[in-house]
Structure formats: structure tokens, C-alpha cells
């Protein structure tokens, strides 16, 4: 590995974070997209069901691309984006309980920049 690779990538702390994030948004994505309840729950918006599965294949997909290196910052603003949405369709509903959701947020946040600022340092 040369001395340029290792300049963009990310900080050990950053890429645990990247892929514990990752993987914990895809399975509660998958649980969001499959799971009865959800659809139930969901389904008390008066939103019609093809925005839940929009909004949870928009997350999967969301997610696996914040886990592919090469993806990182693309998947990162995509997720970011995907839960901002979530988090104004849960407050527009009066559910304020949106605290996991801003975490996940300012975590993908925290990864982007620290792969940003790889990147940037690389060229």
C-alpha cells in the first residue's frame, strides 16, 4: 500500500462507525420494509403505501452504498438525505420521538466529512 492509499482513507474510529451505521440502518431498513407492523404503523399516517416502501428501499439502498468505500460519500449524503425525510414526515405527524433518527443523521454527517477530508488531503 503506498503512502498515497493510506491518506484517503478513513481513520479507524471512522470506519468502525461507517460500518456499524451501515449495517445497523440496513437491517432496521429491511425490518422497515418487510415487517407487518411497520406497514401497520405506517399505514396511521394517511400517506399512501407506496411512499413507505419508497422511503425504505430509498434506506436500503441508502445503506449499502454508505458501506461500499468507493460509495461512501455519495451513500452518506443519500442516507442523510432519506433521513431528514423521515424526520420531517415523523414531526409533520406530531411523533417526536426523532432522536435515533437525528443520531443516525449527524453519524452519517460525522463519516462524510471525515471521507471528504481524506479525500481532499489525497489530491
Request: glycine share 8%; charged share 10%; proline share 4%.
Amino acid at each position: 500500500m503506498t503512502r498515497s492509499d493510506k491518506n484517503h482513507r478513513l481513520p479507524p474510529a471512522l470506519c468502525i462507525l461507517r460500518w456499524v451505521l451501515g449495517l445497523v440502518i440496513l437491517v432496521e431498513s429491511l425490518h422497515f420494509a418487510f415487517s407487518p407492523g411497520a406497514a401497520h404503523a405506517f399505514a396511521k399516517t394517511g400517506l399512501p403505501n407506496f411512499i413507505h416502501l419508497g422511503l425504505a428501499w430509498a434506506e436500503i439502498a441508502a445503506a449499502i452504498l454508505f458501506l461500499i468505500p468507493r460509495t461512501t460519500l455519495f451513500g452518506g449524503r443519500f442516507l442523510i438525505a432519506v433521513l431528514g425525510a423521515a424526520i420531517v414526515i415523523h414531526l409533520l405527524h406530531g411523533w417526536f420521538d426523532v432522536g435515533g433518527l437525528v443520531v443516525y443523521a449527524a453519524a452519517t454527517w460525522a463519516v462524510v466529512a471525515g471521507k471528504s477530508k481524506a479525500t481532499e488531503q489525497r489530491t
